[in-house]
């Protein structure tokens, strides 16, 4: 992979953006949603950490070519909208965006993939992603490697499920609108930050390895399953 240098810039509002007025939660989630993630957690929540050190964790994210907007994005309730204190004067900014895809795993990282220019189908997901990135963390481990991804579409089509069957790769079943349960985007803010706050670019893709956060997210996955059935699926504050 050759090395690329990029700062953070507008990536989609997630449930850790910084609130500043009083809201409900980062994604409206609905009884079916609350019911499928008070399912996962309850089915994971006494997995032990070398358990949660067999599933790799994956997820895509945008960030700017340019520099960063530096703005607080914040969820707020449904039609509040122009409300005078969730209206903040401030300069559009422009710049190419640039989508990096990513997986974490107790112990070790897969390099971050840059996508060219155009949308993600099943075929480059397939042919950038399953194939040179997953299948090889799937040879390195076994049959006890297990394969993390967020439902996006891309990942979910015909095409991509018979790849992962004739791989032999087991996917973990994983609930819809749940980002607060996933470890890699706590990597994705941390990793925004850290370029935002540097002077200059980083030189190569290995200086944004951070094993150590990572570890400790994939870790917190026991505390995560049980603080979202204490809400009964809701929301949990990570």
């Not at 067999?54 to 895509?60: A, I, P």
């Not at 070790?108 to 399953?130: K, M, P, Q």
């Not at 991804?149 to 790849?163: F, G, K, M, S, W």
């Not at 956060?213 to 809400?231: K, N, P, Q, W, Y």
Request: hydrophobic content about 35%; glycine content about 6%.
């Amino acid at each position: 992979m050759t090395d690329i240098a990029f700062y953070r810039g507008e990536k989609t509002a997630r449930w850790w953006s910084v609130c500043t007025t009083p809201c409900t939660r980062c994604v409206p989630l609905t009884p079916a949603h609350r019911r499928r993630r008070s399912l996962c957690c309850r089915e994971h929540r006494n997995w032990r950490d070398n358990e949660w050190g067999r599933v790799l964790f994956t997820d895509e994210s945008r960030f700017s070519l340019s520099s960063d907007s530096h703005r607080i994005l914040i969820w707020r309730e449904r039609g509040s909208q122009y409300h005078p204190t969730n209206i903040i004067e401030r300069d559009r900014y422009g710049g190419r965006g640039v989508l990096v895809w990513g997986g974490i795993m107790l112990g070790s990282c897969t390099d971050l993939h840059i996508f060219d220019a155009g949308s993600v189908n099943a075929t480059r997901y397939c042919n950038e992603i399953l194939l040179p990135y997953v299948r090889l963390f799937r040879g390195a481990m076994g049959l006890q490697f297990l394969f993390m991804d967020d439902n996006a579409p891309c990942h979910r089509t015909v095409a991509t499920e018979q790849l992962l069957e004739s791989e032999d790769i087991e996917r973990m079943d994983w609930p819809a609108r749940s980002p607060d349960l996933n470890p890699i985007e706590h990597v994705w803010d941390f990793l925004g930050r850290r370029l935002a706050a540097r002077t200059l670019p980083p030189v190569t893709i290995r200086e944004l390895r951070f094993q150590q956060l990572i570890d400790t997210l994939i870790l917190s996955m026991g505390r995560r399953c049980e603080t979202c059935l204490a809400v009964r699926g809701d929301h949990i504050p990570y």
